[in-house]
């Protein structure tokens, strides 16, 4: 698997990863094989709606222009409307800030049968919060834990969880910060905000160490993405959440096709149709 799987709390090291590095894959055989990885993608949240039984939360966090948004378009692009959402956590509103920091995110948390994506997520409460000492050291301190208990209650509910963090090397960013002033189509997404973000980078950089090496479980794994190449990102996404769904199928077939015959019998008895 492209993707670096965490799924036990350890020290981990973003800086070990290459952030260019793609297993070595050509980048055409790659595109030819997307399409297939994501209609089969789609194929499995069809069966997870249709089966109501399990829910999907995707996570993903990154640095800015890391490509959360272009992997959005790809990944949830590909998955039926109807039972996907997408949610984008913003800076916290008033109302939200007089709660406590899961409040809003536990109500955008999918029901069984939905996937939803978390474009950001209540790991902002222990990276942007913590890098710009929104809150005092005691209080995001605490965070891991409470998300940690907040991961395995969803997982309790049978809610299948898939965190990705997509890993970009500064250099990277730099060109695409550029890029959105170069171009006229992208300069809309410019914010002067960015380049002082980036001026923390080692501060952000220990941050996603900590809230990788602190929140990981087997129920709720963090997914290290190399992100400097769009086309191998996708493809580590797709292969990193299809070998995660797989195991469900069965599962959600013989549910659907017990679900069936109970229908059929409930047919039969119908005098009308005699
Ligand atoms: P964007 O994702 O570019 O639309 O920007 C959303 C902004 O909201 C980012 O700068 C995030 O860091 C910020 N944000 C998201 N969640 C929080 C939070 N819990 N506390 C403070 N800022 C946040
Ligand atoms: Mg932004």
Request: glycine fraction near 4%; charged fraction near 30%; hydrophobic fraction near 40%.
């Given at each position: 698997?492209?993707a670096?799987?965490?799924?036990k709390?350890?020290?981990?090291?973003?800086?070990?990863?290459?952030p260019?590095?793609?297993g070595?894959?050509?980048?055409?055989?790659?595109?030819?094989?997307?399409?297939?990885?994501?209609?089969?993608?789609?194929e499995?949240?069809e069966?997870?709606?249709?089966?109501?039984?399990?829910?999907?939360?995707?996570?993903?966090?990154?640095?800015?222009?890391?490509?959360?948004?272009?992997?959005?378009?790809?990944?949830?692009?590909?998955?039926n409307?109807?039972?996907?959402?997408?949610?984008?956590f913003?800076?916290p509103?008033?109302?939200?800030?007089?709660?406590?920091?899961?409040?809003?995110?536990?109500?955008?948390?999918?029901?069984?049968?939905e996937?939803?994506?978390f474009?950001?997520?209540?790991?902002?409460?222990v990276?942007?919060?913590?890098?710009?000492?929104?809150?005092?050291?005691?209080?995001?301190?605490?965070?891991?834990?409470?998300?940690?208990?907040?991961?395995?209650?969803?997982?309790?509910?049978?809610?299948?969880?898939?965190?990705?963090?997509?890993?970009?090397?500064?250099?990277?960013?730099?060109?695409r910060?550029?890029?959105r002033?170069?171009?006229?189509?992208?300069?809309?997404?410019l914010?002067?905000?960015?380049?002082k973000?980036?001026?923390?980078?080692?501060q952000y950089?220990?941050?996603y160490?900590?809230?990788?090496?602190?929140?990981?479980?087997e129920?709720?794994?963090?997914l290290v993405?190399?992100?400097?190449?769009k086309?191998?990102?996708?493809?580590?996404?797709?292969?990193?959440?299809?070998?995660?769904l797989?195991?469900?199928?069965?599962t959600?077939?013989a549910?659907?096709?017990?679900?069936?015959?109970?229908?059929?019998?409930?047919l039969?008895?119908?005098?009308e149709?005699r």
């Open positions: 698997m492209l670096k799987k965490i799924d709390p350890t020290h981990f090291s973003l800086r070990k990863l290459d260019s590095d793609d070595g894959l050509s980048r055409e055989k790659s595109e030819a094989k997307l399409p297939e990885m994501l209609t089969r993608l789609g499995l949240q069966l997870l709606y249709a089966a109501g039984t399990h829910s999907l939360l995707v996570v993903l966090q990154g640095r800015d222009t890391a490509g959360k948004d272009g992997t959005l378009k790809a990944i949830a692009g590909a998955m409307p109807v039972g996907t959402r997408v949610t984008s913003k800076i509103t008033a109302t939200e800030l007089s709660h406590d920091f899961l409040w809003r995110v536990h109500q955008q948390a999918p029901a069984h049968g996937a939803v994506f474009n950001r997520s209540h790991y902002e409460d990276l942007v919060v913590r890098v710009h000492q929104l809150a005092p050291k005691e209080i995001w301190e605490k965070r891991y834990e409470h998300i940690n208990n907040f991961e395995s209650n969803l997982s309790d509910s049978n809610t299948i969880i898939v965190k990705f963090c997509l890993h970009i090397s500064k250099e990277e960013q730099k060109q910060l550029l890029e002033e170069q171009d006229p189509k992208k300069a809309w997404k914010n002067p905000s960015d380049w973000e980036r001026e923390l980078w080692d950089t220990e941050a160490e900590d809230a990788i090496g602190k929140c990981a479980s129920k709720a794994p963090w993405i190399c992100a400097d190449k086309w191998a990102r996708n493809i580590a996404v797709a292969e990193a959440l299809l070998s995660i797989e195991p469900y199928e069965k959600w077939r549910s659907l096709d017990a679900l069936g015959e109970k229908q059929k019998a409930a039969a008895t119908l005098s149709r």
